[in-house]
């Protein structure tokens, strides 16, 4: 799939500007560049039709479609953000698994309908010994958080930018009370090898 995806990419970009068909496989084309796809000179020769699609994206982003989540994660990828591409979910009930960086217990982070905290999982009694987590200000966020969450708010998706300001936040480890930045643990912990 690899080589004939990103060899038909530039023309799929090209469709998706007056096709919403073809923005679906072309940004999972671009959500798949992140792999070992031994493709990295097809993916170079795309530079241009990422640009245009990003650029194509953030459009239909700004008119607020029924399909933002996912046009979300695509424009993510679009920005080289596979990671968290890959990662985010829509905060309706996402966890996240970390170790703490101060006593490497296994931390379950909860944001969504559920709650948001940190617990340790116990697979008979569920999440147990919670913690609220400390969402970050707007005002604190940098990089791409920042970028996620000012997306999300200009968009009017405010599960969405809560859930994002959260996940940028920190927690409190349940084992060692040491706390954590979410983000950062979760990122160095799942980064896919490039």
Not at 53 to 77: G, K, N, Q, Y
């Amino acid at each position: 799939m690899f080589p004939a995806g990103f060899a038909a990419l530039p023309r799929l970009v090209r469709l998706a500007s007056r096709s919403a068909r073809a923005r679906g496989p072309a940004g999972a084309i671009v959500r798949c560049a992140a792999g070992g796809h031994g493709c990295d000179d097809l993916l170079a020769g795309c530079a241009d039709a990422i640009v245009e699609f990003r650029e194509l994206l953030d459009r239909h982003l700004r008119s607020r479609p029924v399909d933002h989540f996912e046009t979300f994660l695509h424009l993510l990828a679009a920005e080289e953000q596979y990671h968290w591409s890959a990662a985010l979910g829509d905060f309706s009930d996402d966890f996240y698994q970390v170790d703490c960086p101060h006593c490497a217990a296994e931390v379950t982070i909860a944001i969504g309908d559920h709650g948001r905290y940190s617990a340790i999982r116990d697979w008979h009694l569920g999440d147990v010994d919670r913690r609220g987590l400390g969402p970050a200000s707007p005002g604190s966020l940098s990089g791409v958080g920042r970028w996620m969450h000012e997306t999300a708010v200009r968009d009017g998706k405010t599960v969405l930018a809560d859930g994002i300001a959260h996940l940028f936040g920190r927690a409190e480890c349940p084992r060692c009370a040491g706390v954590f930045d979410i983000a950062d643990e979760y990122a160095s912990f799942h980064r896919p090898v490039m």
